[in-house]
């Protein structure tokens, strides 16, 4: 699995608290973030919640955006531990992208608040945040792309002449539309009001329905 670079925005002081502490201030900024938004969460809050005083908190990190890629960067590496369950040298291309669809869905139920702050981030309004980012989340995900088409194209499974690139933008839209809905109320109602009330409950079919969809867009 491809790993990608550990980006650091916390000063050393904070490696130096013990480990409770910061998984203290983690629990407390990830719930802050994910309920109110970047811009409406207040650090004074968070570090009121988390039992420190202000000034602790900014000798761990200079501002709220420090705190807040923190977290950003924490998301990012559990998603890529997920991502090792893909092992996308074992089975055909439309079993590996099944896989990843399933721990898409597994990753958003399991880590709510996470996918709601990268929801949050991905919005105009958080350009300048995002810019700090090496994006290594897209970037692991376009490359294990890459890496699937390759094989399944030196396997016959798909036409030799498909656009690596433009499959891999269209594969990444849907699973982050599938990602979302999971998460964000308007994507939710947003999901109902094209599979109805009961469809939406129906999570094997979904997956199932898209699978069906990819393997007419990209079977040989």
Request: hydrophobic share 40%; net charge negative; aromatic share 12%.
């Amino acid at each position: 699995m491809i790993q990608s670079e550990k980006q650091v925005f916390y000063k050393s002081t904070f490696e130096k608290i013990s480990e409770d502490k910061r998984e203290k201030i983690f629990e407390v900024a990830i719930s802050e973030f994910a309920s109110n938004g970047y811009s409406s969460t207040n650090i004074n809050t968070i570090a009121k919640k988390a039992g420190i005083s202000i000034g602790s908190m900014y000798s761990y990190f200079a501002s709220k955006e420090d705190l807040f890629l923190t977290i950003v960067d924490e998301g990012f590496h559990l998603l890529e531990k997920a991502l090792e369950e893909i092992h996308p040298d074992e089975g055909n291309i439309f079993e590996i992208i099944e896989r990843l669809f399933r721990v898409t869905r597994e990753y958003a139920e399991n880590y709510p608040e996470m996918n709601q702050i990268y929801l949050d981030l991905s919005t105009q309004g958080l350009s300048g945040l995002s810019s700090r980012l090496s994006w290594q989340m897209e970037s692991i995900t376009a490359k294990l792309y890459a890496q699937i088409l390759r094989k399944a194209k030196e396997q016959g499974t798909i036409s030799p002449d498909i656009d690596d690139q433009l499959v891999s933008f269209c594969l990444d839209n849907l699973l982050v539309m599938f990602q979302f809905s999971f998460t964000s109320d308007y994507y939710k109602d947003r999901m109902k009001i094209f599979l109805g009330d009961d469809g939406v409950k129906d999570e094997e079919r979904i997956i199932e329905g898209i699978m069906e969809f990819v393997r007419k867009a990209l079977e040989k």
